[in-house]
């Protein structure tokens, strides 16, 4: 069985820019969320979803969005980039909204903001 | 507010044992990780303990788990090259619905 996909692997956009990065979870898993791990730290919590609904959103700015779609895929998007938002951004998924087996974490997109 | 404590550098020989230590402060989270990430990797679920356990042992990793302290920790047996990589605690934040993570603790291993 395949992991958490996510695509792209690498990312370079300029200041002000809009990106979408996208996540596949494991087939059968429902819960997606979406984790920023700048250089030298822990991820930090950005969003869940389960059941195409946000169930918990961390302390980021409105310029991040996400959606869940019926196939259980996410997206998150970032608007007017910034510098700061370089980073490693990973997606992981679990088979509910609160499996004690944790989450399985995709490998991220690394994004560089110019 | 939920915050997690890591040391952020320990050294070992090849053979020897490693023991990563973790502080947490939220005395109602269920359930507390231990996650591996290799350079320019994901995470890795190493392994994880509920929270009414002292102690849970997978091959060679065991975790120890004092509730009373908020202490727990991550102890790899016959510590190889391979062990390299930074290893985070992480316990799940009241809500269920988040892992808050430590720091890190980015184990080197020589042989």
């Known amino acids: 069985d395949a992991g958490v996909t996510q695509s792209p692997t690498h990312l370079i956009k300029t200041r002000g820019q809009q990106v979408t990065l996208r996540c596949s979870p494991i087939?059968?898993?429902?819960?997606v969320s979406w984790y920023q791990q700048v250089l030298g730290q822990g991820p930090q919590f950005i969003f869940q979803?389960?059941?195409?609904?946000?169930?918990g959103r961390g302390n980021f700015p409105d310029r991040f969005s996400a959606r869940q779609f019926p196939n259980y895929s996410s997206e998150l998007n970032v608007n007017a980039l910034l510098l700061g938002d370089s980073a490693l951004y990973l997606c992981?998924?679990?088979?509910?909204?609160?499996?004690?087996?944790?989450?399985?974490f995709g490998s991220g997109t690394r994004l560089t903001v110019v | 507010g939920e915050d997690v404590e890591q040391s952020l550098f320990l050294s070992v020989r090849e053979g020897d044992s490693s023991v990563i230590n973790c502080t947490y402060t939220?005395?109602?989270?269920?359930?507390l990780y231990w996650y591996k990430q290799e350079p320019g990797a994901g995470l890795q679920l190493l392994t994880y303990?509920?929270?009414?356990?002292d102690m849970k042992q997978d091959q060679r990793l065991t975790v120890l788990l004092n509730k009373k302290d908020k202490h727990l920790s991550l102890r790899i047996a016959d510590t190889q090259t391979g062990d390299s990589a930074i290893y985070f605690c992480?316990?799940?934040?009241?809500?269920?619905?988040?892992?808050?993570f430590g720091k890190g603790t980015t184990l080197s291993v020589s042989s």
């Open positions: 939220d005395s109602s989270s269920t359930y």
């Open positions: 303990i509920f929270s009414n356990m």
């Open positions: 087939s059968g898993h429902k819960s």
């Open positions: 992480a316990e799940s934040d009241q809500a269920g619905t988040a892992l808050i």
């Open positions: 992981a998924s679990r088979a509910t909204g609160a499996s004690p087996s944790g989450y399985t």
């Open positions: 979803y389960y059941e195409k609904e946000e169930r």
